[in-house]
């Protein structure tokens, strides 16, 4: 006989599914497999001028499911775990075809920072135990050509740095923020005679739990950089190392690593004399330290205008709680919130609770309509998940490892599948509105203006934005350099069957973005085209 509890589970079961399926059916967003198994969990990702995109875990891992190169095998005597280590740690993947590629990396990226550099190469820096002083370098190339890492042995960085934040600056020079027990800035190139900078406000805002790791790090149009470490954040002049202003507090508790919130500023435009950070979620203080896995997750958000001379947090909340979730600025503006869970920190299985409901933020929809939910994923993507904007405009959701190895009879599995996830603007119904560009300058100069012609199905009906996004770094639910700028323009003028030119004016200088190679998206009615990489120098 079947109890009356037991019945009652088993129909709330079914509810709960029930009510599942029907919300996948009827919410925006579309969910794809690209990959069915990368051989390698990414915790690290970057997309690349070639459509590549790189995944990277860490090397002191034990096998992985992809083999490297057969006579490449890794050597290293200090490795705790495969001293003679012919598995592949890294991959670059072709999205187009789920094609992989391995590549080889010597020295521990447990936890690494990264940002690209004005030619193109990816600067990838620290990690743990042998890495975490270490300085890489990956110069991406065509999806059938041979490239790979490069371990640079004449330069290293001053300080160890674990779980630190990179930036590029106007000059295209990158700064490291931070790292576990490293509480200062250094340069690449080198600044200051090679040494490390001491930044007092990293120890202050630490905690019992440390709770200022991975600090949010964001490259205002002021060329100052807004940082943001526990609950707190400054107005940071790098060049003469001065804190220039002490932002009010954020309410809602810890937002850094470990205590797994996120953050990302929103497209910059008009005369770009301003810039909005958003900061979301987190897990409650002492979460780490307790190992709670299911005390709920916050869903407060804070947005600040950094710019004003007396800024004050806006305070909403979120449909649900998260951690780990990643904030993906979208070609339109709006910024995707994905992954996560809803229960416990950052941290190998200190996470409950997957929240499989990705969200859209509307910056420009008044408080308590901002957010949106989306229609659910199936995997979980909680502690190493990654989401990074691809240049068709979806968005590429990879990893997922909450365990010291890589471990499949879990409740959460290490993830080796790569999906991508299409927000509402991607609909097969909005494609006769969606613009193709069909030229623009490979290059553009700052302040100078350029033109781009789209094409369109039906006729265009307002003004077509040009935006530059960057392709940032992600890792630990934080994109670094993540960036989106909008273009001045002129109206869309006919310039043939179905075609437009648009005006547009590149950005007046590094301090509204930094120089290197950004997609452009042509943005008509909410729907962006793919993007076209295009150097500003």
Same mark, same amino acid.
């Given at each position: 006989?079947?109890?009356?509890?037991? %019945?009652?589970?088993?129909?709330?079961? +079914?509810?709960?599914?029930?009510? =599942?399926?029907?919300?996948?059916?009827?919410?925006?967003?579309?969910?794809?497999?690209?990959?069915?198994?990368?051989?390698?969990?990414?915790?690290?990702?970057?997309? %690349?001028?070639?459509?590549?995109?790189?995944?990277?875990?860490?090397?002191?891992?034990?096998?992985?499911?992809?083999?490297?190169?057969?006579?490449?095998?890794?050597?290293?005597? @200090?490795?705790?775990?495969?001293?003679?280590?012919?598995?592949?740690? !890294?991959?670059?993947?072709?999205?187009?075809?789920?094609?992989?590629?391995?590549?080889?990396?010597?020295?521990?990226?447990?936890?690494?920072?990264?940002? #690209?550099?004005?030619?193109?190469?990816?600067?990838?820096?620290?990690?743990?135990?042998?890495?975490?002083?270490?300085?890489?370098?990956?110069?991406?190339?065509?999806?059938?050509?041979?490239?790979?890492?490069?371990?640079?042995?004449?330069?290293?960085?001053?300080?160890?740095?674990?779980?630190?934040?990179?930036?590029?600056?106007?000059?295209?020079?990158?700064?490291?923020? $931070?790292?576990?027990?490293?509480?200062?800035?250094?340069?690449?190139?080198?600044?200051?005679?090679?040494?490390?900078?001491?930044?007092?406000?990293?120890?202050?805002?630490?905690? @019992?739990?440390?709770?200022?790791?991975?600090?949010?790090?964001?490259? +205002?149009?002021?060329?100052?950089? =807004?940082?943001?470490?526990?609950?707190?954040? *400054?107005?940071?002049?790098?060049?003469?190392?001065?804190?220039?202003?002490?932002?009010?507090?954020?309410?809602?508790?810890?937002?850094?690593?470990?205590?797994?919130?996120?953050?990302?500023?929103?497209?910059?435009?008009?005369?770009?004399?301003?810039?909005?950070?958003?900061?979301?979620?987190?897990?409650?203080?002492?979460?780490?330290?307790?190992?709670?896995?299911?005390?709920?997750?916050?869903?407060?958000?804070?947005? /600040?205008?950094?710019?004003?001379?007396?800024?004050?947090?806006?305070?909403?909340?979120?449909?649900? $709680?998260?951690?780990?979730?990643?904030?993906?600025?979208?070609?339109?503006?709006? *910024?995707?919130?994905?992954?996560?869970?809803?229960?416990?920190?950052?941290? #190998?299985?200190?996470?409950?609770?997957?929240?499989?409901?990705?969200?859209?933020?509307?910056?420009?929809?008044?408080?308590?309509?901002? =957010?949106?939910?989306?229609?659910?994923?199936?995997?979980?993507?909680?502690?190493? !998940?990654?989401?990074?904007?691809?240049?068709?405009?979806?968005?590429?959701?990879?990893?997922?490892?909450?365990?010291? #190895?890589?471990? =499949?009879?879990?409740?959460?599995?290490?993830?080796?599948?790569?999906?991508?996830?299409?927000?509402?603007?991607?609909?097969?119904?909005?494609?006769?509105?969606?613009?193709?560009?069909?030229?623009?300058?490979? %290059? /553009?100069?700052?302040?100078?203006?350029?033109?781009?012609?789209?094409?369109?199905?039906?006729?265009?009906?307002?003004?077509?934005?040009?935006?530059?996004?960057?392709?940032?770094?992600? %890792?630990?639910? #934080?994109?670094?350099?993540?960036?989106?700028?909008?273009?001045?323009?002129?109206?869309?003028?006919?310039?043939?069957?179905?075609?437009?030119?648009?005006?547009?004016?590149?950005?007046?200088?590094?301090?509204?973005?930094?120089?290197?190679?950004?997609?452009?998206?042509?943005?008509? @009615?909410?729907?962006?085209?793919?993007?076209?990489?295009?150097?500003?120098?």
């Amino acid at each position: 006989m079947i109890s009356i509890s037991r %019945t009652s589970n088993l129909l709330l079961h +079914l509810l709960l599914h029930t009510v =599942f399926l029907n919300s996948r059916a009827t919410l925006p967003g579309a969910w794809e497999l690209l990959v069915a198994d990368a051989g390698i969990a990414s915790m690290h990702t970057a997309v %690349t001028r070639f459509n590549t995109v790189v995944l990277l875990d860490r090397t002191h891992i034990g096998p992985t499911r992809k083999r490297l190169r057969p006579g490449h095998c890794r050597v290293d005597p @200090t490795d705790p775990v495969r001293k003679h280590d012919c598995y592949a740690h !890294s991959a670059v993947l072709d999205p187009a075809t789920g094609e992989l590629r391995s590549l080889m990396i010597i020295t521990d990226t447990w936890c690494s920072s990264g940002q #690209f550099l004005p030619d193109g190469t990816l600067l990838q820096t620290g990690g743990d135990g042998n890495g975490v002083k270490k300085i890489r370098k990956f110069t991406p190339c065509e999806v059938h050509a041979v490239c790979d890492w490069e371990e640079l042995d004449e330069v290293g960085l001053a300080q160890g740095r674990w779980y630190a934040t990179n930036q590029i600056l106007p000059d295209g020079s990158v700064i490291i923020v $931070g790292g576990r027990a490293a509480t200062s800035v250094e340069f690449f190139p080198a600044r200051h005679g090679g040494g490390a900078v001491d930044f007092p406000f990293l120890a202050e805002a630490r905690d @019992t739990q440390m709770d200022n790791l991975y600090p949010y790090v964001h490259l +205002l149009p002021n060329g100052h950089l =807004f940082v943001f470490a526990n609950n707190r954040a *400054v107005l940071y002049d790098y060049t003469n190392n001065r804190i220039m202003k002490q932002y009010p507090k954020l309410d809602g508790g810890p937002r850094n690593y470990p205590s797994a919130g996120s953050s990302a500023m929103l497209a910059l435009t008009g005369d770009y004399s301003a810039a909005t950070v958003v900061i979301c979620g987190g897990a409650q203080y002492g979460v780490f330290i307790e190992r709670t896995t299911d005390t709920p997750a916050h869903g407060s958000c804070g947005r /600040i205008e950094a710019m004003k001379p007396d800024p004050v947090w806006e305070m909403e909340d979120m449909p649900f $709680g998260r951690i780990m979730g990643d904030m993906v600025m979208l070609p339109t503006g709006e *910024v995707l919130i994905i992954n996560g869970a809803q229960a416990g920190s950052q941290g #190998f299985e200190m996470a409950s609770q997957p929240c499989l409901y990705p969200l859209l933020y509307r910056p420009d929809e008044p408080v308590g309509l901002r =957010f949106m939910t989306l229609n659910p994923g199936s995997v979980p993507r909680m502690y190493h !998940s990654t989401a990074n904007l691809l240049p068709d405009g979806r968005v590429l959701i990879a990893g997922s490892n909450p365990h010291y #190895f890589y471990k =499949f009879d879990a409740e959460f599995p290490t993830e080796l599948r790569i999906e991508a996830f299409s927000p509402e603007y991607l609909l097969p119904e909005k494609a006769n509105i969606r613009p193709v560009i069909y030229e623009i300058p490979e %290059t /553009i100069s700052y302040a100078r203006g350029f033109d781009v012609v789209v094409t369109t199905e039906l006729p265009v009906v307002g003004i077509v934005e040009v935006n530059l996004a960057s392709a940032p770094f992600a %890792t630990h639910s #934080f994109s670094q350099g993540q960036r989106l700028v909008k273009l001045a323009v002129s109206s869309a003028v006919p310039d043939g069957p179905r075609s437009y030119r648009i005006a547009c004016t590149a950005p007046p200088d590094g301090k509204v973005a930094p120089p290197g190679y950004y997609m452009v998206f042509a943005v008509n @009615t909410g729907v962006p085209s793919v993007a076209k990489w295009v150097k500003l120098l």
